[in-house]
């Protein structure tokens, strides 16, 4: 079956842009994760959303980055005015469930690059 | 706080030697344990996890991992290495409880060279 999906592959924003970043989870699945891997700081959890919940915003690293999930489906993370440092790849991911044991399976990610 | 350290940024071996990973993790409480491959200009795919039953865990491609708990290690290994095995490695650690359950931590990932 068809695995996470996530658009756009490659993002180029000037300083100071909103842009907003996609990902298509895999049908059935009620967990989705998103991360952000940067040469700096590694692969880092962003947020994550789990049916119908309150999402774990815990690892978003500012205010300028916020995130929704409709119907339950498709992931939108948003990120106003952004910096330099805003520049990684991000991940999505999503499983069956939010249970530790559930295997999460990732996206290929969007690399975004900041002038 | 939990937390994951990968000793070596980059490892390299000959095709046919021996691979192993390093891997130690901080927690409170034994977590579950996973390792991921990522391929270049590729997401991250799952090679094994380990979930609190058989301590020695086999995954895909031929590699396997140990979880030690007096020496909070979950080294990862293969035989013989395969060309084709050249990647970036991530160990990452979750909560089995609480707040942050499945939220994975990752390593700083090691990358694997293979020598003809």
């Known amino acids: 079956g068809a695995g996470v999906s996530q658009s756009p592959s490659n993002k180029v924003t000037e300083k100071g842009k909103d842009v907003e970043l996609r990902c298509d989870p895999i049908?059935?699945?009620?967990?989705l994760y998103w991360y952000r891997q940067s040469l700096g700081q590694g692969l880092e959890f962003l947020i994550y959303?789990?049916?119908?919940?309150?999402?774990?915003k815990s690892g978003l690293p500012s205010d300028r980055f916020s995130a929704e999930r409709t119907g339950g489906s498709v992931s939108t993370l948003t990120i106003q005015r952004t910096q330099q440092e805003d520049s990684a790849v991000y991940l999505c991911a999503s499983s069956i469930s939010r249970g530790g044991t559930d295997t999460q399976y990732f996206g290929p990610g969007t690399r975004l690059t900041v002038l | 706080a939990q937390s994951v350290t990968q000793l070596g940024s980059h490892v390299s071996v000959s095709e046919g030697a021996l691979v192993l990973l390093r891997c130690n993790y901080s927690s409170s409480v034994p977590p579950y344990l996973f390792w991921y491959v990522q391929y270049p200009n590729q997401g991250l795919q799952l090679l094994l996890k380990?979930?609190?039953?058989?301590?020695l865990v086999k995954g895909i491609n031929g590699f396997e991992a140990e979880f030690k708990k007096s020496e909070t290690s979950f080294h990862l290994t293969k035989p013989s290495a395969h060309m084709s095995d050249a990647a970036e490695y991530f160990c990452a650690v979750s909560a089995r409880y609480g707040g942050s359950q499945g939220n994975l931590i990752f390593g700083k990932g090691t990358k694997l060279s293979v020598k003809p």
């Open positions: 049908s059935g699945h009620t967990a």
């Open positions: 380990y979930t609190s039953a058989a301590t």
């Open positions: 959303f789990q049916g119908n919940s309150a999402p774990d």
